[in-house]
């Protein structure tokens, strides 16, 4: 009978947080990419014009914050989900385990292009990743030497490129879309001599120089489209859906000789091409009201089809079979393997 008794107050226990649970919070938090942002509110606003549930909460604070925020703890003052403009990282997982979230459904969304893009008053121009590493980066290879970047203007690194100086707006560190860019771009990119004087070092690619050339904007990726069509020679990066909502100020630079399309972003041709993801905590489903449908809209053929609504509001669909995957994670609610 001793036995008995923990195990009941346990249960008891156990009820009573959900009850407290569903009783404090009837409303989703979704949280993380500003990459991810504008697809998360559209499902959010259709997902409560339905009627049964409220509109889910939706911020913006980057991929990096997100998932602190997703992985700082389970229960009302947590989000339920987390967008993000790349995979979760081995140490954010540690942070999840160690704050309790240790179910996590990993559902891939979407794909996604960064556009390297000016005002449409520019003049058109074809970056390789080189040469934009080359003017980004804090230091680079110079007569055979490492030194403090020495370019000022594009021109300077290429007669081909504007000879306009260089001036690059970028996302903050906390940023997915940074951390593909850098790793596409800058690692990309980067001279192999250079690496192997840093000592095979590859972070030293994805410095960026701190003289003003390189902006740090924000999460609001709207603020940088409005920086870029205020300022004709200056450039920017960020989601293929800012480029999309914006054409008529903006437009994307070539890179490698290629400009930004859906089907090249689908296809990765397009040299900075990037899945996009939803993560949800699954110790929050049927606790949190709208949980389970708010996932299943979200990946519903009507939102993430090849003729969703999300695609035409600049998201990529994915291939057939990564669409259906990502049905049946949220069918049966399954966790992702670390």
């Known amino acids: 009978m001793r036995k008995i008794i923990p195990i009941i107050f346990t249960l008891i226990g156990l009820s009573v947080i959900a009850v407290t649970i569903a009783q404090a919070r009837d409303q989703l ?3 993380g990419s500003s990459t991810v942002y504008p697809y998360s509110t559209v499902v959010a606003e259709r997902f409560g014009k339905e009627g049964n549930f409220k509109t889910p909460v939706v911020e913006s604070i ?3 914050g997100g998932f602190k925020a997703f992985c700082a703890g389970v229960g009302v003052d947590h989000p339920d ?5 790349r995979p979760i990282k081995k140490e954010e997982i540690e942070l999840c385990q160690k704050n309790g979230v240790t179910e996590i459904i990993e559902l ?3 794909n996604d292009g960064l556009a390297f893009a000016l005002s449409v008053e520019g003049k058109d121009v074809n970056f390789t990743k080189e040469q934009l590493q080359r003017a980004m980066a804090k230091e680079v290879l110079w007569g055979g030497k490492i030194t403090t970047n020495p370019y000022t203007k594009w021109s300077d690194i290429d007669k081909s490129l504007p000879d306009v100086k260089i001036e690059v707006l970028v996302a903050p560190p906390t940023s997915g879309t940074r951390d593909a860019w850098d790793a596409i771009v800058m690692e990309g990119g980067c001279n192999k001599d250079f690496i192997a004087l840093k000592g095979n070092k590859k972070k030293a690619c994805t410095e960026y120089r701190e003289d003003g050339a390189v902006i740090e904007a924000g999460e609001n990726d709207t603020l940088i489209v409005q920086k870029i069509t205020s300022s004709p020679n200056t450039f920017g990066y960020f989601g293929y859906s800012y480029l999309i909502a914006n054409k008529d100020k903006i ?3 070539q890179i490698e000789g290629i400009a930004p399309t859906v089907e090249g972003i689908q296809s990765y041709t397009y040299p900075v091409s990037r899945p996009l993801f939803l993560y949800a905590k699954k110790a929050h489903a049927n606790v949190i009201p ?6 299943a809209e979200f990946t519903s053929k009507n939102a993430i089809g090849t003729t969703g609504y999300l695609f035409k509001v600049g998201l990529v669909p994915n291939s057939r079979e990564t669409e259906e995957k990502a049905r049946d994670i949220v069918a049966n609610l399954t966790i992702m393997q670390n």
Do not use: Y
């Not at 709208?290 to 996932?295: A, I, K, Q, T, W």
């Open 29 to 31: 938090k979704v949280t």
């Open 62 to 64: 980057g991929s990096g």
């Open 81 to 85: 989900f987390t967008g993000a403009s």
């Open 108 to 110: 891939p969304i979407g």
């Open 251 to 253: 437009k994307a630079a």
């Open 290 to 295: 709208g949980f389970n449908e708010f996932l």
